[in-house]
């Protein structure tokens, strides 16, 4: 092993001497084998303790003209000979610099680097033209100009003395616009909207000083060169069109990095390109330029980013949620989501009964919004799209359950009602009739439209010629103790019969809305959300990142070009929810390509699995594991979305988050008393 050491170190040497006689073992050489160097390093003899030899040894200086030197050792005793376990080698701690014309005369102030291991240290020269320079670290180094000064040739290029001559450009070349450093481009926006955005970027570059000069104070004169170097990030996005380049320029390192030697255009004026960045987020790309082809004269940090923009609608009185863990969730897939209006909707507004009483919810006194597919389309008629194509309507409410389609029926036939049966009632005792589960979308009125919930309902005496109407009088939905139950007590007719030792069956329709939902982006009109705020802060947070999501077309309803949807991974659709979602989290097995391992609980069935904790996973809620960020599958999918319009660009049927809610049984109904 070599170990690299400074001049005028100190070492201490050992080894252990195992084998030969005993009373050979008292004294060893220490002998050195040395290649450069001062002077030698001297042989010595030491006294062995415990058989172990130990020797301190100062070692010399480099000669003035080498860059180091190299030793060895050996340690002969005992009828032995023992080479030392490691090698060395030796360097200076400090190197001196002289800098000189082209004439061999000083040059003041030339600006040079130091590089080591990775490491750079800058300097100056003296007005003499010298320089001290001390090494950090005793290992291999290089010297070189920095720029606008240049390296023309060493006179001396070895040992601790150095000299070398250098020439210095009329001015740096630095950028002008952007200015250095780091900057933050809006891919996805209008190039129109200003020098931020559009997904390309024109970069001009100059003469230091020269943008804020006046014309005639100017340094760049008409065909100066200058140099720029562009480079995209290996770690980019998969995304392959458009091709991330500089326009015009010599492609080099497969796609990876654009050269090319420019001229000003005219005195003062600064050289332009473009740089065409793509459109995926966090995509970087470092553009140099200098007035050498080193391009280390200034330097622009571009990251690519998108903005979208929403109006927020609220219920009156309603404040806007905490969206502190949806920024973060954006953040991750580099978008940043601003609001540029919002309006309150009052309890006046809506179709019939889209503000409902708070009885129905356990809350008397109040009254609360509900949206669903039967009155959002006045609501979002609400929706002033300042932004188009990037605007967003969230209209939020307290429920969302959906009150068309047929699915809102539900049809009970031949439901056998004998004198055994009794059902509870609102004047807290037990009458002849039964209870059916209807369904968390059951209320005292149509959510709809508050007409009856009882659609229609009849009885027929078993094996007799009785028979009568079931009317809403007879039903008696239990919102505050058990939600989704229908309890039917009997007509007097029917009642009688059950009671001299009859059967009677009941044929009933009864109106049940689809729910509840937390949240919705509307199929092809993915822009016009729905999002149900009456939840805790996360729910409400991971509801909105998560509707946004398929704004953006997850998962995978489309696939950027140079990526594939198969390789997401966890891409499914319906399996007890409403669209395309991710179950992240689940293993190959259980996933079983989408489908769901047969003959297991996963089969066709992806709800109220807790280990998919991606916010694209198909519910929320009470007792959810989400996480509030978008996994790693899905977020390459996201960041390279072009996301240059969100209207227009959706999937044709509306995805929902399904409310995490407990399987429904008789066995969850509050006991009978």
Known sequence: MIKNVFEDSELTLKSKITGGKPEEKKQVKFAFEQKGGGAKIAEATVELKNDLAEHKIKLPKIKDDEDSYSFSYSIEGAGQCLKGEDEYRVWPKNIELDAVDKDDKEFAAVEWKLMQGGGKVLGHCDPKGKAAIHLKNPEDFTIDAVSPFRLDGWVTSVGRKRKAKFSKAPYRVVLHSPAPGNHKQYVNMDAKGGPTQGPVLTVKAGAEGDDKAKPADRKAKKDDVVFVRVEFDKDNSKRDKPKREATGFKEEGGGLVFTQKLQIPKDGEPVEFKVQLGYAGGDKCTIHVGSTDKCEESTLLVQNWRKLHYQLTVPKGTAKPDMTRMVTALKDVFVEYEEY????????????????????????????????????????????????????????????????????????????????????????????????????????????????????????????????????????????????????????????????????????????????????????????????????????????????????????????????????????????????????????????????????????????????????????????????????RCQPFIKAEGLDSLHGAGASATAHVSQKTADSSADTRAAVK
């Open 341 to 632: 209006k919002k309006i309150e909707v009052d309890e006046t507004d809506g179709p019939n009964l889209s503000w409902f009483p708070g009885e129905w919810l356990n809350e008397p006194g109040k009254k609360f919004l509900n949206v669903g597919d039967h009155n959002k389309d006045h609501f979002h008629a609400k929706f002033d799209d300042q932004k188009t194509p990037l605007g967003v309507h969230v209209m939020c409410c307290h429920t969302q359950f959906d009150c068309n389609g047929a699915s809102t029926t539900k049809d009970f036939v031949g439901v056998e009602v004998d004198g055994t049966k009794q059902t509870p009632w609102s004047d807290g005792k037990n009458h002849p009739g039964t209870y059916v589960w209807v369904g968390g979308g059951l209320f005292p009125k149509k959510m709809k439209d508050g007409s009856s919930t009882l659609i229609s309902g009849s009885w027929k005496e078993d094996g007799g010629a009785g028979t009568g109407a079931i009317v809403e009088a007879d039903l008696w939905v239990d919102r505050k103790t058990n939600p989704g139950w229908a309890f039917m007590k009997l007509p007097d007719a029917a009642r009688d019969l059950v009671k001299a030792g009859k059967k009677v069956k009941l044929d009933l329709q009864i109106y049940c809305a689809l729910g509840p939902y937390l949240g919705e982006a509307d199929g092809a009109k993915g822009w016009l959300q729905l999002i149900v705020v009456k939840q805790k802060g996360n729910v409400v947070n991971d509801v909105m990142a998560h509707e946004l999501g398929h704004t953006m077309n997850q998962v995978t309803k489309t696939v950027a070009p140079g990526l594939k949807a198969a390789d997401h991974g966890r891409m499914y659709t319906g399996n007890g929810h409403m669209g395309p979602h991710c179950a992240d989290g689940m293993s190959d097995d259980n996933y079983a390509k989408g489908a769901g391992k047969k003959g297991t609980d996963y089969e066709g069935k992806f709800a109220g699995k807790k280990e998919c904790t991606c916010i694209m996973y198909g519910e929320n809620g009470e007792g959810s594991t989400c996480t509030g960020r978008f996994c790693a």
